[in-house]
T-cell receptor, first 114, second 116 residues
Framework: DAGVTQSPTHLIKTRGQQVTLRCSPKSGHDTVSWYQQALGQGPQFIFQYYEEEERQRGNFPDRFSGHQFPNYSSELNVNALLLGDSALYLC?????????????FGPGTRLTVL | AQSVTQLGSHVSVSEGALVLLRCNYSSSVPPYLFWYVQYPNQGLQLLLK??????LVKGINGFEAEFKKSETSFHLTKPSAHMSDAAEYFCAVSDRSGGSNYKLTFGKGTLLTVNP
């Protein structure tokens, strides 16, 4: 059973560029959440997708957008990159049934903005 | 609003010694609480979770945590540290109410160093 996968592993961009990160959830999961982890910090919630809609959003600007596909995979897009966007971007998947939603994390995509 | 405070950004112990990593939370509703571990250049792995059943929760790799509502704490312990326990540990809280969709709010992390 494949866990959460993310691509690419590493990415280097320059300021002002746009980037797309991809996530495939754990088999059977239908909800995808994205987190940003800056160096030396805990992960911060960006947004969550369920049924191809953004369900909740953290304190991130509109430059951060996402999408969920019918197969539950997801993309995170960041426009007009800033140096401060350099971070590890983590995708987490979960199953939205009754009860709590344990989130399983992928290995992350390390984004460096120069 | 939820928040998590992890006391001590860096904890150093000797191999075989007790590990104690502290976490205090703030939540307006009964929370779910989690501890995650992150090894260098890797994602997060769930160690254990509290979901309102037993207040003493046992996790993987010999770790356990106790939920204390009166102290709003969820400290992580392990009786005997092993070199392989060296990693960054994150405490997280999740709001149980459906409106929040169970997003996780993390602390800033505690780096655990194990000395031989």
């Amino acid at each position: 059973d494949a866990g959460v996968t993310q691509s690419p592993t590493h990415l280097i961009k320059t300021r002002g560029q746009q980037v797309t990160l991809r996530c495939s959830p754990k088999s059977g999961h239908d909800t995808v959440s994205w987190y940003q982890q800056a160096l030396g910090q805990g992960p911060q919630f960006i947004f969550q997708y369920y049924e191809e809609e953004e369900r909740q959003r953290g304190n991130f600007p509109d430059r951060f957008s996402g999408h969920q596909f019918p197969n539950y995979s997801s993309e995170l897009n960041v426009n007009a990159l800033l140096l401060g966007d350099s971070a590890l971007y983590l995708c987490a998947s979960s199953l939205r049934d009754r009860g709590f939603y344990e989130q399983f994390f992928g290995p992350g995509t390390r984004l460096t903005v120069l | 609003a939820q928040s998590v405070t992890q006391l001590g950004s860096h904890v150093s112990v000797s191999e075989g010694a007790l590990v104690l990593l502290r976490c205090n939370y703030s939540s307006s509703v009964p929370p779910y609480l989690f501890w995650y571990v992150q090894y260098p250049n890797q994602g997060l792995q769930l160690l254990l979770k509290y979901t309102s059943a037993a207040t003493l929760v046992k996790g993987i790799n010999g770790f356990e945590a106790e939920f204390k509502k009166s102290e709003t704490s969820f400290h992580l312990t392990k009786p005997s540290a092993h070199m392989s326990d060296a990693a960054e540990y994150f405490c997280a809280v999740s709001d149980r109410s459906g409106g929040s969709n169970y997003k996780l709010t993390f602390g800033k992390g505690t780096l655990l160093t194990v000395n031989p």
